[in-house]
């Protein structure tokens, strides 16, 4: 629920896109739980320049579909407001606020001139009768409207949660399409909300399951384009790839980044037996990580880099596993009935994401890293492929509705087990990879 | 701050799948995909007529090219085996083809885990009939793992038919 401090919050100068710690009077505790989201209200922002209000009232739009996708915030309808702003600079009438519960209030300004897009705001702390921070001003060329609202809502989220938001990123998953015994997939790209998609390939071959860098600006894939599955690597910036060496005769796929984006960690297969690698991102001889008769696929590193979780089969089923990045002894955390796999470490690190599947259903779930306080989020028919929002604070999966009309679609799920909702309008799509924040 | 916008452009042309293609996803029954929408083009072979004892479309209705699994196993039951070593037998018989041994999954599974689990199935295909004399090089194995079901309902009707490994006939006496 929220906490309300009694001490007067000190104004802080806040630098765009940092992680904000402050604790203020206006502010949600999300680890308690939070079942009753922040009442808020944001009259629509005041367009300062003539021809700027379809842009006002679009980026108003997106700063409330992002706060109250979250759960933790719902606005107050704009007809119920009793106060206007003719101005970014009216002052603020509290009393006014107060009547309607509004917690927060968020004002701001949008002019348009000279190829760029200006939007002003403050949000104010209505029952504390101040500003809670300073005022920002972020600009961007018109076409990247979206990214302002979300840089916008970012710091709304950051300053009333004390931790980062996760808005301004993106998503690349596999776009779906045709019948389920010839479905057609397609690499593609888009906002985290599901606006603004990017193809990234045709789909005249079967790709999957993609990750991004940890800086965002490279991708890799699994690709049937040789008539074989081979891992790609693809700069986003031009959307040219090349497929990564390998030992002929070999499958090589699951790919993932290392944390400092310098090595790729994966799966080989070679007479039947899958193994994991590792790979220089320049170039080089790849090492083996582990060797067994069993199939070890799915890796993912801790954020430091020091650990990998992986799944492997060697106890019978699939299981989770932890080892050294560089290879080494492995340790078993998943102890509990059914099978596990697809781990992927938080980014926050302490926490695993995983697919469970037990009794004919498919769970998303959540657990430390040492295999405790397992927790399922989600049941279906066929859910799997779990991906960290930026702040570690909500999940992307892939969830398959049965039959031979099903289909795949991205759906989030909050790690407290809420507000589980479908992601964009598009039509199907699987293997979402989220993005870090961007700069 | 920067909102540079990052350019991103439609892909507009990908390499042609290479020549040794399979993707036919165990079709069967001698039809097989003439290369259409994952068309692998050059590797497509004349299937002939069933009534040819000769004829790659003969030893997929007649001889068999597929073989079933049970869940998450690649263990060849004798029913398999009988069929493979009429695969092997019709393999040692016409040397001027080779094969691509595909092994594929049911949905009931996380994806990159079901294409190492078609490997394994390939791969034990491809095994049993190296052991039955017919040259490693003329065979390969691919696997698709639960991208290409052959039926689509999501009951064990399906799910059995579609946990199988198929041997795709190409020409050419291997590598």
């Keep these: ?95 006014d606020w107060q009547a309607i519960n509004a917690q927060a209030l968020i004002v701001g300004g949008v002019s348009t001139s000279g190829g760029k897009v200006v939007v002003k705001f403050r949000l104010f702390d209505v029952y504390s009768n101040q500003q809670l921070g300073d005022g920002q001003q972020l600009a961007a060329s018109p076409q990247s409207w979206r990214r302002l609202a979300h840089k916008v809502a970012d710091v709304i989220y950051s300053r009333i949660t004390g931790e980062s938001g996760y808005f301004d990123s993106r998503v690349v998953y596999v776009s779906e399409s045709g019948p389920k015994d010839k479905r057609l997939k397609r690499l593609a790209i888009m906002d985290y909300d599901g606006a603004n998609v990017n193809y990234l390939t045709d789909s005249s071959t079967i790709v999957l399951a993609p990750r991004f860098s940890p800086t965002g600006d490279r991708i890799l894939y699994t690709t049937f384009e040789t008539g074989f599955p081979r891992i790609k690597l693809m700069n986003v910036g031009n959307v040219s790839g090349q497929l990564l060496p390998e030992v002929p005769g070999t499958m090589t796929f699951s790919p993932r980044f290392s944390p400092d984006g310098g090595s790729i960690v994966y799966s080989l297969e070679q007479n039947g037996n899958t193994d994991l690698w590792k790979m220089s991102a320049s170039g080089g001889a790849p090492t083996r990580l582990t060797n067994s008769p069993a199939i070890e696929t799915a890796p993912s590193f801790s954020p430091d880099g020091s650990r990998i979780v992986f799944e ?77 929002s930026p702040n570690g604070r909500v999940i992307m999966f892939t969830r398959e509705s049965p039959g031979a009309g099903g289909g795949a679609q991205l759906f989030t799920i909050d790690i407290s087990g809420r507000n589980l909702k479908k992601v964009g309008n598009a039509g199907g799509a699987s293997d979402p990879a989220w993005s870090p924040l961007l700069p | 701050m920067n909102f540079a916008p990052k350019a991103v452009i439609l892909l507009a042309v990908l390499g042609l799948a290479a020549c040794n293609n399979p993707d036919k996803y165990g079709s069967g029954n001698g039809v097989v995909d003439p290369g259409g ?57 016409h040397g001027k083809y080779s094969a691509i041994i595909e092994g594929h999954a049911d949905e009931q599974g996380t994806r990159e885990y079901n294409l190492a689990l078609g490997a394994r199935r390939a791969s034990a295909v491809q095994e049993f009939l190296i052991s039955q004399g017919v040259s490693a090089s003329r065979l390969r194995t691919v696997s698709y793992g639960k991208e290409r079901p052959l039926a689509v309902c999501s009951s064990e009707d399906c799910y059995s038919k579609n946990r199988r490994a198929v041997t795709v006939i190409s020409l050419g006496a291997g590598s």
């Design chain 1, 1 to 95: 629920m929220f906490r309300f401090a009694l001490a007067a919050l000190a104004a802080l100068m806040i630098g765009p896109g940092a992680a904000l710690a402050q604790q203020g009077p206006l502010h949600i505790e999300i680890d308690e739980g939070v079942i009753e989201p922040l009442p808020y209200a944001l009259p629509s922002f005041v367009a300062e320049t003539g021809g700027a209000s379809e842009m006002a009232a679009q980026i108003s739009q997106v700063i409330n579909a992002d706060l109250s996708g979250t759960g933790l915030f719902r606005q107050i309808p704009e007809n119920a407001y009793l106060q206007r702003f003719s101005s970014f600079d009216t002052p603020v009438s509290y009393a």
């Design chain 1, 312 to 388: 492997s089969d060697r106890s019978g089923g699939q299981q989770l596993y932890i080892m050294p990045a560089g290879g080494g002894e492995p340790t078993r955390i998943s102890y509990g009935d059914g099978r596990y796999g697809t781990p992927v470490w938080s980014p926050r690190g302490d926490m695993i994401a995983f697919t469970k599947q037990a009794g004919g259903r498919f769970f998303i779930g959540v657990m430390r890293t040492d295999g405790s306080e397992e927790r399922l989020l989600t049941a279906s028919f066929l859910d799997e492929g779990p991906t960290w």
């Design chain 2, 37 to 93: 929408v994952y068309g692998g083009g050059d590797g497509s072979v004349s299937q002939g007529s069933i009534s040819d004892p000769n004829s790659p479309a003969y030893f997929n209705a007649t001889v068999g090219d597929m073989v079933h699994f049970v869940v998450d196993q690649s263990t060849l039951n004798d029913e398999a085996r009988n069929i493979l070593m009429g695969q092997a037998k019709w393999l040692n018989a």
